[in-house]
């Protein structure tokens, strides 16, 4: 073989190793003449394109941008070209064969011929589409978390106030005849006091560190309940596809129900001339490379659709961002309440629309696939006992609404600020034989002995302790598990006497706990 033959060879190896490293790396790579025009290019570009060889071949970059951003990447080739220093890291969004898109991270560089002239560019295309995914995610989590912690102090203080409210009109009406004219004025404002107890639970959702109380129901009795709800008095109707064999989940049925309702509201003010709302559950096992990034296992997908005015592409990424909204009278509280719900029950939310097509929502949540369905069966009339209660609030109006509501059940109560006074009025009961009966604890104390503390020196004093946790801050960890803090029932602020004479008899004269969660 002679020298010639040699370099020739060498050549041929030296190409087929520079072949081999381009079709092998994950980023596309490709190269241009000056008129835009596809001339090399390797296989991760025509994958991410979602298109062959034939067709990338001799087809120009314009035709995978939009025209305004094509006009903007012009002006970066032309730079390229008259400084000979290439350009890094430029973020784009590139248009695939299926009509999708990907965003991109694009590098250029100039390529030289004979006499170090520019006779095209070399484009080094790296795939950023699930970074900026994650990136966004995490963003929006960074946002509701900080919006958490005013809206979940907001919550707590109107509850107090809704907990006195509500306890003196369920009191009133004990005092009246369901015959009397107030009697219905009293109905009326207790209904209101349960809607506002509604858009608390609202705020409570953005809580940080909150958690759902959980328990195993059926998804279809709460689909179709929330749907009766949020389309009263609308031209709207609700189809359902929802088959017998739907796996049970395990939810906080007041915050899934809020989720459900706001995604049919939505639904509705997207067809104001009236129109069908869809909703599709399926059960479905996703393997751990699902696209929505949830742990492999059994869940129950909830689908939402309408044919509504749609989402336009440039705000259905904010869609669930806190206080974004299209609507002239809209919070934008709606979807981030769904979309932080959704998260804190392990499961997903995604959205997908077209203008003038309509939006299409779908939930995931975990399903309970053996579980046993929960259902509620309350006695319609107030638990009257009889006993010692000690309460510990540091909010007066709640500690004097709970007396009078206690007196009326027929209980003995003593009232107490913080732990530190429930500590020493429990251990002088004790001394002097006349132990409580139960113990009702604030579960937040300002400035104070709270819940947490209090119970555990209970618990050393006598643990056999019947105490009930009680809080608006209902996202708090120990309402959700106060059962492992030591607690033997747990009520959530604001309530009614009937709510409250429940829980009360149910501790302490059941063997099981019941708990308050309307």
Known sequence: MNSFEQMEEALRISEEKYHNILDNI???????????CVTFFNNSLCKMLGCSSEELSGSYYRQYLEEDLADKVSQVFKKVQRTGVPMKGMEHYVWLKDGNRKQVEISVSPIKGTGNQGVGFSCI?????????????????????SLGLLAGGIAHDFNNILTVILGNISLARLWIDSSDAPYTLLIEAEKACQRARDLTQQLLTFARGGAPIKKTVSIEHLIRESAVFALRGSNVRCE???????????????????????????????MPEGGVVSIHCDNVVLDELNVS?????????????????????EHLSKVFDPYFTTKPRGSGLGMATAYSTVKKHNGHITVDSVVDNGTVFKVYLPAHSHGTITEESFDNQVAVGKGRILVMDDYEGVRKTMGEMLKRLGYQVALAVDGNQVHSLYRQAQEAGQPYDAVIIGLTIPGGMGGRETIKRLLQLDPEVKAIVSSGYANDQVMAEYRQWGFKGMITKPYSIKELSEVLFSVIEGDKDVVDDF
């Not at 994950?26 to 835009?36: F, N, V």
């Not at 049925?253 to 995604?263: A, H, K, P, T």
């Open 125 to 145: 295309i790296h795939d950023i589409t699930e970074r900026k995914r994650i990136e966004e995610e995490h963003f929006r989590m960074e946002k509701l978390e």
């Open 26 to 36: 994950e980023d596309g790579y490709c190269e241009l003449d000056h008129q835009g």
């Open 293 to 313: 990034s949830l742990p492999a296992g059994e869940y129950v997908q909830i689908t939402v659709s309408d044919e509504g005015i749609g989402i336009s592409e």
């Open 240 to 270: 359902y596809e929802i088959p017998d064999n739907i796996w049970p989940v395990d939810v906080d049925e007041s915050q899934i129900s809020q989720v459900i309702s706001n995604l049919i509201i939505n639904a509705d003010q997207a």
